[in-house]
């Protein structure tokens, strides 16, 4: 330990932390802006500046490791002025359009000038240049927003290994973006939103499509559906005051409904579904490479659409890996315009189906060309859990006084295996809970059906077993060591994607998720997410999992019934033409997706 | 005044041999961290300029982003990622240079190429650039002709330096 003064008092702090932290540590709160923990220290934006003595400067306590013996102060009036001045100073080279922003409010910057006071505008000079980037259907970069604090180009560079966002240029013409002013639309992004969920500022959001869903609830000959994603009830509840982790699934389903959607379903469903159809395809695989037969494996889960366009830019010899699954949400959209349509007999040009996801990346999913039918999109918008949040507040209503609600039938019942898809491992446990039961006609021997090696928040998750006492039909399986693999964030993506380049995979199965954690922090979801509101948020998909009765995919009746009527078997043919889909080959810069 | 002014070779080499030259370059530097601004002075001297799609190249040999690389080469004001004329003018304005007139230096040679700070002249034979320091002080007022630094630079010599530049 280290002892140190902050403000005259004695403090003590681990070797190694910085003085801003041990601050914290001590309850001493030092202003800051650009520092966020766990993932940016680097004294860009000098907010945090104390008086050490000894130093011959003011120094960024962000960035300072604690000494023993050091004193610090943190209130001084050569402190407070300077963090007015920098504030100042930042505040002079923004557009302070707060009230036409989407962060007002929820904005780190304007919090600090909270704090600050400031009741002039001292410098009046120069503004940079202001360009907006909405090239991109998922993620808006508005330049003129930005102050450089360059948490962005840490997520997107460290965290998520993409790399597209860098500081380009030099002093008062820095700018932070793509390469040779490239728009996001034309260069390697994955679309994750991980950096709009770092984004002090309104700089990066995600694009708003609430209007296009208004104009649809408004118009009359529309049949509004809509969907949500595992993730968003147990965030959802954050935007309303209910502390991380807080369950909303009831109350969500309600609100839907109030806002005028005409049948609310559960994305789940298809969770449910998707399981079904990338089980078998899985064990088809796995019955080709032990007789024999063709087949590519590891295969790897296509859920996560920032992860797809990840692996197409980046390895795009290698998308036979691939589940050909689409992500359950296309399912739904796809069943709604065509299973659904025909048993309540409308035309499906008249069918405007909304999803709710915690993804940016899903709005620019549903615009691929494959996702078509006919022409006609499968899913017609999607909205993040921060966009429904402002919808519901801008209908008047009063979520935390909502009834209980539930899902319709039939695209609404789920199991607890669908439940968990919200979090990093929760397809690859589901998928095994089915998978072994198929191939044995017994539980997968995990106690409680819990695949807990698969679960939690470090990047890569191993798990293996082996197959006994199988059925008749798949005998072949007999004794065979199932390998699996789950990682979530692009950075292990790629260390995963390096195996197998390398000719080396060790493992059968993997699944992927594009955003550290997975989905419950994916780039759709409430600000902030640090690593506490990701564990709260996982805790309540796992109990929202462990409270149901079903906790299989193949125990879902409703999947059944909708095989039964429709779909036939899995993998059929129906099952072809609508729940699976196929990849494109971009490269890195984009430059196949250019020429196509 | 007697010197020599080099002049770069970039028109005599095909486009495939100055890739493969690039190429080696960055094989030489390979596991050497931080080389990313002695490869871009290389493959500068290669092309005159930094052409986006050998920025490109750079960042897949090297494997970094080429957000990074295009970053470094907008924050130098020695790269430029436009084609250079054959002859690039620098004037210095570091304090030392300044004080001593760097900046009437500068504004003539705007007036006597027709170009502005950055540009290029339409004839392609010069381009005009500023510095901040080119270490180079005691020689205040300098510019550079290519890698030639002219000390104590008069105003109304600027003409005869560029006549030498044939």
């Known amino acids: ?596 | 005044m007697e010197v020599q002014i080099s002049q770069c070779s970039c028109g005599k080499e095909t486009e495939a041999e100055k890739r493969e030259r690039i190429i080696r370059i960055i094989e030489d530097f390979r596991g050497r961290e931080g080389s990313l601004i002695q490869i871009l002075h290389l493959v500068q001297g290669i092309y005159g300029y930094l052409p986006f799609e050998i920025q490109q190249l750079v960042s897949e040999r090297m494997d970094i982003p080429v957000s990074e690389v295009y970053g470094v080469s907008t924050f130098y004001s020695f790269f430029s990622s436009q084609p250079r004329g054959e002859y690039t003018i620098r004037v210095c304005l570091g304090t030392a240079c300044y004080v001593r007139g760097g900046a009437e230096i500068a504004k003539r040679l705007t007036q006597t190429l027709g170009v502005e700070v950055g540009g290029t002249t339409p004839d392609s034979k010069f381009s005009l650039e500023v510095m901040r320091c080119i270490g180079a002080c005691g020689l205040a007022p300098a510019m550079m002709v290519n890698d030639k630094v002219m000390r104590q630079v008069n105003p109304d010599k600027l003409k005869q330096i560029l006549a030498m530049c044939d």
Request: include cysteine; aromatic fraction near 6%.
């Open chain 1, 1 to 596: 330990m280290v002892t140190l003064t902050i403000n005259g008092k004695q403090a003590t702090a681990e070797p190694g932390m910085s003085v801003l932290e041990a601050a914290k540590q001590n309850n001493i709160l030092i202003p800051h802006l650009c520092y966020l923990e766990d993932v940016h220290q680097v004294g860009a934006c000098r907010i945090c500046v104390v008086e050490i003595e000894g130093a011959r400067t003011l120094q960024a306590s962000c960035v300072v490791p604690v000494r023993e013996g050091m004193v610090v102060r943190t209130n001084t009036a050569k402190v407070k002025e300077a963090r007015k001045v920098l504030y100042e100073l930042m505040l002079s080279d923004h557009p302070r359009d707060c009230l036409s922003c989407l962060r007002n409010q929820k904005c780190e910057f304007q919090k600090l000038g909270e704090l600050i006071q400031i009741s002039e505008f001292r410098f009046e000079g120069d503004k940079s240049k202001t360009s907006v980037d909405s090239s991109s259907p998922s993620v808006v970069r508005n330049s003129g927003k930005c102050i450089l604090c360059r948490r962005c180009i840490t997520v997107c560079n460290h965290i998520q290994g993409v790399g597209v966002l860098n500081v380009q240029k030099r002093g008062f013409k820095s700018v932070i973006g793509p390469a040779n002013e490239l728009p996001l639309n034309n260069v390697n992004c994955s679309f994750c939103g991980q950096c709009i969920m770092v984004c002090p500022v309104g700089a990066l959001q995600a694009r708003d499509d609430s209007e296009k869903v208004w104009q649809a609830l408004f118009d009359p000959k529309k049949r509004v559906i809509v969907q949500t994603a595992p993730a968003i009830r147990v965030a959802l509840g954050e935007e309303f005051g209910y502390p991380p982790g807080t369950i909303v699934t009831g109350k969500m389903a309600s609100a839907l409904r109030e806002m005028g959607f005409n049948d609310v379903f559960d994305t789940n469903f298809t969770a449910d579904l998707t399981i079904i159809e990338e089980g078998h395809e899985f064990l088809n695989r796995a019955t080709a490479a032990l007789t024999g037969g063709e087949a590519v494996l590891p295969m790897i889960t296509s859920c996560s659409p920032g992860w797809i366009k990840f692996v197409e830019h980046e390895f795009p010899r290698y998308l036979k890996h691939l589940s050909s699954c689409k992500s359950p949400h296309m399912m739904l959209g796809a069943l709604a315009k065509t299973y659904y349509a025909d048993k309540i007999g409308i035309d499906p040009k008249d069918i405007f189906v909304v999803s709710i996801m915690p993804c940016t990346a899903k709005k620019y999913e549903i615009t691929r060309p494959e996702m078509f039918m006919n022409g006609m999109p499968t899913v017609d918008a999607v909205l993040t859990t921060r966009e429904l949040a402002r919808m519901i507040k801008d209908a008047g209503i009063e979520f935390r006084e909502m009834d209980e609600g539930e899902f319709d039938n039939p695209l609404g019942f789920s199991t607890g295996a669908a439940d968990i898809f919200g979090a990093t491992g929760g397809v690859m446990e589901a998928a095994l809970r089915t998978v072994y039961e198929v191939v044995t006609g017994r539980d997968v021997p995990f106690e409680h059906l819990d695949i807990t090696p698969v679960r939690g928040l470090s990047q890569v998750k191993e798990a293996s077993f082996t197959i006994e006492g199988t059925q008749p039909e798949f005998a072949h399986l007999e004794g065979f060591t199932v390998r699996v693999a789950v990682t979530s964030g692009l950075t292990g993506a790629r260390k995963l994607m390096k195996q197998i380049v390398d000719g080396k995979p060790p493992y059968h199965f993997i699944e992927v998720m594009g955003c550290p954690g997975g989905c419950i922090s994916g780039g759709g979801q409430p600000q902030p997410t640090n690593r506490a509101i990701r564990m709260a948020r996982m805790k309540a998909i796992y109990a929202e999992d462990a409270g149901k009765s079903k906790r299989k995919s193949h125990d879902n009746p409703f999947v059944m019934q909708l095989y039964k009527e429709y779909l036939g078997k899995p993998l059929g043919h129906k099952s072809h033409e609508l729940l699976h889909t196929h990849y494109v080959e971009r490269g890195r810069h984009n430059q196949f997706a250019i020429k196509s």
